[in-house]
């Protein structure tokens, strides 16, 4: 008996063997014991058949107790490839084996021998939905867990790591793809090992036979070379030496790839090349995309995570379900601390401490930052250290990186722990080379490090590794091939801290060429930039309030926030408080009582025209960052007092409010011109649409650019959004199509969308026809009025009007530039059998007598559904109505209300009046004012 075995069995639990798993014994339905089958294709236990033919049954004399056939009786050659491969079972033992040593300890952030825990004694239960919002892949990764903090009022339906691969009920789809993607640090990888330690013990998913975990750092490292899958998984896992290419084929295996996001591959899944043979070599890319694909063991089940940036990799043809990890529920996050420390008075104590803090409360959604809590906060309440405890994310950051130091004296100094103060000069020497290492890699995204990259920065091994709760060492020992050193921060909040100290370190140092290369953006201001930075020495530090607005205004522009968390940071370090904890390392400047407040003085009068109003929000953040609780103290008392305001709210006072709105209940109603603002002001509340049902935006001077804030709203997982208004703004063709984006996404369920006065033509009839042909469409009232739609517009609408998938009720199409063309497109849709039309306005359009005679043959339609006509100066006589009376004289007719005002003289409604007065007559408003 193998270790795995007896392990297995000591739980009360017995692995599948690969016997089990080929097929079932058509006589005891058990799985099969030694298995025969016949050559008219039905299989056995050999003791079953036995039993039934009651002698040896070798002679093949008797029939089959399944076909009464009589075949001969043959050992099948699944069963002589597991007779010839005895040690089989002994190598999927010594694989359970190999798995659980690599994931039933894990190192939370450092990877100091002797730190490692067990992974099933600190492990809490993540948050994992069905579904991803779709706008989060533009979006800075903090401002995602802020999304995310609200996810307990959703009542979405969570999914248990254990049942990635299990259909919900009402599922009848199989799962073979699963895409899971969340935040750095949220819990994908702790998810994936405890998926996988389940798997190696017994515990879960035992109908797996055979489960593959391969990381897409490994595979980087060898992404030039050409392996077929089976020499891929010999590489990787040389447990699998023995194993051959038929095993793959009937056993049922289970590939993980984690960390799509750190992946340097190309996949691209348009190719062409086509590999279905697990001996057959090829590139990486061409062996990952076939295996994902279907065409390399179809059978196959797969994994893949990912950080939402770099989940749009897979195509959606490809992937059967898509997860999301959204960290920890208020209440796992308390679990997690009481599991963590015995002590239940500590848990206690840093648990009250993170409610205190907005903040801090959002960022413990990731285990990765309840750890750097934890280490923080039980280092401050263990040693008894004097002053008041971290609430901002400067703050709690600067002590992090202070412990690591600490950690790194006990470590490795003989001598008496030394105080922040005395941060020795190598201390500081290898920390900016981290933080050199951070910033340069911050701007294009890098996450994942290799010893050149360290090098480049003057870091080496030895350096690294010392400070190893701050830049982790990865090392595969598995993998003979993979003899290089993959080194990553533990968080990307930790990357943008230490690259935000040195860009600080750099400022106050007068590295101007470091400073000039960050802040230049365009040749127009190269210019002043460079007098304002090449100054004297001894006149820089009055430049803080400069630098900090520049970088501010740098952020500001950026399309996905990537550079928010990093500002955030810069805006903490000025404080003396932080430079102070930090020993020196950020040098001399000028953060007087003065200073500060005209840096926090140009943050509140921070222009942001023509800016994203979801980047405005960061402000806000940074004058938190500052200790500024100022607009925040402001905002909470005009919500207290139930929005009645009676002051004028400024621009920063609108992005608080924006952000304070997202975090609250979901709103009734958001009246967008009932606060007293600035046009500024009034577009930085934009944001707040993502959590109200029914948002009122018409006549707010919106454009384009607010259109995807608006689209994120109907986008996003859940969207509240039920009825939008957006008329009386000036959002032109390219922002409707942005609209129509959002209209199209699965999440979206909008009812409600006035467009009147926009400045629309055919174009948004084109995007917005092809949303209501999207499945499924929920819109049920349109509002195109006072746009220049022409015929050709209007024609183009009407063909997503006759979609099945569209249920729209009402559409109000007047003074849109129509003429009788648009009234033949329109009969079209009132003719289909699709139709759900209502309600239809054609009020002040050129429609004539010709207009209405073709309209009228789709009300004579047995499938229309119309009940309210607007035909209000249509330039229309007497032979409208007598096509229109024709149309209501046929049954059935749904028409209640007719609606013919400035077109026609009494004379010629004799026809109406007429059919008014047939009993049978369902015309109950007929409207001639």
Not at 16 to 44: I, K
Not at 558 to 570: A, I, Q, W
């Amino acid at each position: 008996m193998s270790r795995e075995t007896d392990a297995l069995q000591r739980k009360g639990k017995r692995p599948v063997s690969m016997e089990e798993q080929l097929s079932s014994c058509a006589l005891c339905q058990d799985v099969l014991r030694d298995p025969v089958s016949t050559s008219c294709g039905h299989w056995f236990c050999r003791q079953c058949i036995s039993s039934y033919w009651d002698q040896s049954p070798s002679s093949g004399e008797y029939s089959c107790p399944q076909c009464g056939k009589r075949p001969r009786l043959q050992i099948s050659s699944q069963s002589r490839s597991v007779t010839a491969d005895r040690g089989l079972q002994e190598v999927l033992d010594e694989h359970r084996i190999s798995l659980r040593e690599r994931c039933e300890h894990v190192t939370e952030g450092s990877d100091e021998a002797g730190r490692r825990t067990l992974l099933n004694r600190i492990y809490t239960e993540l948050y994992i939905t069905e579904g991803q919002s779709e706008e989060v892949n533009s979006q800075h990764e903090v401002r995602q867990l802020e999304t995310a903090s609200r996810m307990e009022s959703l009542h979405e339906t969570p999914i248990k790591c254990q049942d990635i691969f299990k259909a919900l009920p009402g599922q009848q789809k199989p799962i073979r793809v699963v895409l899971t993607s969340g935040v750095a640090g949220v819990g994908k990888t702790f998810s994936v090992q405890k998926f996988t330690l389940d798997w190696a013990e017994g515990s879960e998913n035992q109908d797996v036979s055979l489960l593959v975990l391969l990381s897409f750092r490994e595979l980087n490292l060898i992404r030039d070379e050409r392996y077929s899958l089976l020499e891929l998984l010999r590489v990787f896992h040389p447990t699998f030496q023995k194993v051959r290419a038929q095993t793959l084929a009937v056993c049922k295996l289970l590939f993980i790839f984690d960390g799509l996001d750190e992946s340097r591959l190309s996949l691209d899944f348009n190719i062409s090349e086509a590999v279905s043979d697990v001996s057959e070599k090829s590139s990486l890319n061409v062996l990952l995309t076939n295996l994902i694909k279907g065409n390399l063991l179809p059978s196959a089940l797969i994994w893949i995570t990912s950080r939402p940036a770099a989940a749009n990799q897979i195509p959606a043809s490809c992937v059967d379900r898509v997860t999301e990890v959204r960290g920890f529920t208020d209440a796992q996050k308390e679990e997690y601390f009481r599991r963590r420390f015995s002590d239940e008075d500590l848990s206690s104590r840093i648990i009250s401490h993170i409610k205190t803090s907005r903040s801090l409360h959002i960022m413990c959604l990731i285990p990765v930052f309840c750890w750097i809590t934890a280490t923080v906060l039980e280092n401050m309440m263990r040693t008894g250290q004097r002053g008041e405890l971290p609430k901002t994310l400067t703050d709690m950051y600067s002590h992090f990186l202070l412990v690591q130091t600490k950690r790194k004296k006990n470590k490795y100094d003989e001598g008496p722990q030394m105080s922040p103060e005395e941060l020795t000069r190598s201390d500081r020497e290898v920390l900016l080379k981290l933080g050199r290492l951070a910033f340069e890699h911050l701007e294009n995204g890098n996450i994942m490090f290799y010893q050149e990259d360290l090098e480049r920065c003057g870091l080496d091994v030895t350096e690294a590794s010392v400070y190893s709760g701050v830049c982790t060492e990865i090392f595969k020992r598995e993998s003979v091939i993979l003899q290089k050193t993959v080194y990553c921060f533990v968080h990307l909040s930790v990357q943008e801290c230490l690259a935000a100290v040195y860009m600080f370190h750099c400022f106050t140092n007068c590295n101007t060429d470091v400073i000039e290369a960050f802040l230049i953006e365009d040749n127009n201001r190269e210019s002043s930039t460079n007098s304002s930075l090449r100054t004297k020495k001894s006149s820089r530090p009055r430049l803080l309030s400069v630098f900090l607005k520049r970088a501010m205004e740098k952020s500001l522009k950026s399309p996905n926030g990537h550079l928010d968390l990093f500002v955030r940071f810069l805006h903490g370090l000025s404080l003396e408080s932080n430079q102070r904890l930090l020993g020196g390392l950020l040098g001399q400047t000028d953060n007087s009582p003065e200073m500060i407040q005209r840096v926090i003085k140009n943050l509140k009068r921070m222009n942001s025209d023509g800016i994203s109003p979801d980047r405005s929000i960061n402000i806000f953040h940074c004058l938190m960052e500052m200790n500024d609780l100022s607009v925040h103290q402001d905002i909470q008392d005009l919500l207290k007092s139930q929005n009645r305001w009676g002051v004028k709210l400024s621009d920063i006072h609108c992005s608080a409010l924006a952000y304070m709105l997202q975090m609250s209940e979901v709103l009734d109603v958001f009246y967008l011109k009932k606060y007293d603002t600035s046009d500024q002001g009034r577009v930085r509340l934009i944001p707040a649409v993502r959590n109200c049902r029914k948002a009122e935006l018409y006549c707010c001077g919106l454009s384009e650019t607010h259109c995807e804030v608006v689209a994120s709203a109907l986008r996003s997982n859940p969207s509240h959004l039920r009825q939008l208004d957006l008329s009386r703004n000036k959002l032109q063709d390219s922002g409707v199509e942005l609209l129509s984006a959002g209209l199209k996404s699965p999440n979206c369920r909008l009812e409600f969308l006035g467009l009147g006065e926009c400045g629309l033509s055919e174009i948004s009839c084109s995007s917005l026809a092809s949303a209501l042909n999207s499945n499924p469409s929920h819109l049920r009232v349109l509002i195109l009025s006072h746009n220049k739609l022409q015929d050709s517009g209007v024609e183009l609408l009407s063909v997503g009007l006759q979609s099945p998938n569209c249920r729209l009720e009402t559409l109000r199409l007047g003074e849109c530039g129509l003429s009788d063309i648009s009234c033949s497109s329109l009969a079209s849709a009132l003719r289909s059998n699709h139709s759900r039309l209502k309600q239809l306005d054609l009020s002040n359009n050129k429609l004539q007598d010709s207009g209405v005679e073709l309209l009228s043959a789709g009300l004579k339609s047995p499938n229309c559904r119309l009940e309210t006509l607007w035909l209000s100066h249509c330039g229309l006589s007497g032979i409208s109505c007598s096509s229109l009376a024709s149309a209501l004289n046929d049954n059935p007719s749904h028409l209640r209300v007719l609606i013919l005002s400035n077109n026609l003289r009494d004379s010629d409604l004799t026809p109406l009046f007429d059919l008014q007065r047939d009993p049978n007559c369902r015309l109950e408003r007929l409207g001639l004012w």
